[in-house]
């Protein structure tokens, strides 16, 4: 889940701009560094053109709401240091489709 | 800043080759999303092409699958899709037969079909990817290695289709250790099987990408594969031609993604599953092993339910057509809807479950179970909740799956849910909606204690003077035997059909439960008094009112008999006969006769009473 460091001091020159850290499920972590006012679709692309896959490959997550693109971090409330989950995008079946979703479920909950 | 860069793992160095000159204020590890040098030359890959490509998923996978394990070290950093819009058009043609040829051979797998179907949209631009990754020449035959564990599988699976559980255990371990294989050819034969390959190998970091995502997709491609290798053979090299003009015409220019971009390839999805779903009908084996099979997968998923979960699929909500998925809200507005989420999470009790939508976040479907001590005991009542835009300032609105039936004088036959808290009546201050103090899990809470009480009738605006006095009495007495009856038929329309993402737990509900609802209501048929029966000491009653009317005992004794017993039996209840002893379920198998037999004993038992 999202750990906000309230009690770091924003910088002065950092202070339009936030680092967000994107998380996948295999553990592998990147920083981003976006503008407060800008959508985050172009911070979901640049993560999935390092990956070498397209933009629906992932589903990003922030506090448990996935984000569509359009979002920009001052709407989300996000701050320095918050954390994007990238869960793998799955599709499959009505039932398979639960049981996989609650397994993205469990392992964003760190059950 | 720099505790937060120490704790994180330090990226590629590749990677940071890209970045431009950083600026004083900027760490190396932080990727700066402007100044980003995109790999497609600043040009997003275009949402089209995935539409476009989508019908032609099932081949593409086929061919793409069994280099997988071998591809996706150079997942990371390798380019993008830059010859996906060309090729999607020539191969339109040359490929129209073979999809024919691989639904008709399908027939047998249907039901695993469906799920390779259903998994098009995200596989092929992830394979599409990889595959464009690299750069084989034509005619070049990539060694598929993946054919003989399918060919394992197929037999370990089918040995143990009667158990549905046991087969899917058995599959995953396989496909984990095909999974581990995999990784291991593919690093041995790298540097010798591909000589034309010019990218290094990569560190170990990209491995357990692979080991996660391959046996995910594995599972669902097994039995195509065994049956149609030749054909797939065909395709692959059929696939392979193509290329060979897309280098004399270079990069095309793909399409950009706006916002109206990114809902076209997430419509057809819906439509597909739901056309999906429809088919399944005609598929189904006959209704005993479909009830056995399906029960074994429902208990399982039963006992396991999440109190509250995010799920995906919005289509049969009923306020669904208010708003839409790529509207905006306001930052107040979502941060408060996540907070109600963080709060049901928590707090809900353990009688209401609750589920809400990945991509509405204003639309809200709960369930709350009929507590004990009401003639709501062991019923299941959905309520779809909506969010509006002057939330929290405005109440949210509730809607009842009522079917016609109005079980409570707060519950209308049209779905409407009379509550001051949710300003549809009247009240003081105190329970009127206090905007950024009331909460939803408030508002269920209310519905349980409030609404589904143990005498009904007094929830009626008047009606309330009255209790205590005979009349008023012996008026709830009749009401609350009237709306036994009527939370009777609201379980069999529950059983019948479900909302959708509480199949499992309406099946598994009623299923665990059963025994209990025949016995309250062989209880009731004797003359006890709907409203007053624990689970506990089903034969004690707290009150001495008397016993209840005769029709009342009548209608509950015709409808178990006629309707509420077949559900149960078609649900696949076993052991349906209140005076036996009970015993597990699952452990006992009734023939078709005796089942009859017991029937047949059953109503003779009725009419002599």
Known sequence: ?111 | MEPNVVEIATPPAASCSRIRTPTKAETPEVIDVEEYDLQNGGVPNGNNVDYKNKGKAIDFDSMSYGDYGEEDEYAVGSPGDDYGYPESSPLSNSLLDPESLIYEDDENYSEQYDFEMEAEPDNYSMYQDLFDGKDIPTGVEVSMDWFPNSADKESASSSKSSHANNGNNSSKKATKASGIHSQFSSDMETPVAQPWNALPHKAEGVIPNSAYALPQNSKAFQPPYAVHYSALKTAFSNYLQPQTPDTVLGEAPAPAAGSSGLLPPNTPGFKSNAARFKEEPPILPPDDSRVKRNMEDYLGLYLFFKRFDIVEDFSDHHYASKGTTSKQHSKDWAKRIQDEWRILEKDLPEMIFVRAYESRMDLLRAVIIGAQGTPYHDGLFFFDIFFPDTYPSTPPIVHYHSGGLRINPNLYNCGKVCLSLLGTWSGNQREKWIPNTSTMLQVLVSIQGLILNQKPYFNEPGYERSAGSAHGESTSKAYSENTFILSLKTMVYTMRRPPKYFEDFAYGHFFSCAHDVLKACNAYRNGATPGYLVKGAPDVEENSAGMSSLKFRTDVATFVETVLLKEFILLGVLGLEPEEEEKTPETIIVAESSKCTRSRSKRDRVSSS
């Open chain 1, 1 to 111: 889940m999202s750990n906000p460091q309230d009690d770091k001091p924003i910088d002065q020159e950092q202070e339009a701009h936030v680092i967000l850290k994107v998380k996948s499920q295999d553990g592998d972590e990147v920083l981003f560094k976006n503008k407060k006012s800008a959508p985050l679709k172009k911070l979901m692309y640049v993560y999935c053109d390092r990956r070498g896959l397209k933009l629906d490959a992932f589903a990003f997550i922030f506090n448990g709401a996935r984000i569509g693109g359009l979002e920009t971090p001052d709407e989300l409330d996000m701050e320095d240091g918050d954390v994007i989950d990238a869960c793998r995008a799955m599709s499959g079946g009505l039932r398979a489709n639960q049981r996989q979703w609650s397994y993205m479920l469990f392992d964003h909950n760190g059950l």
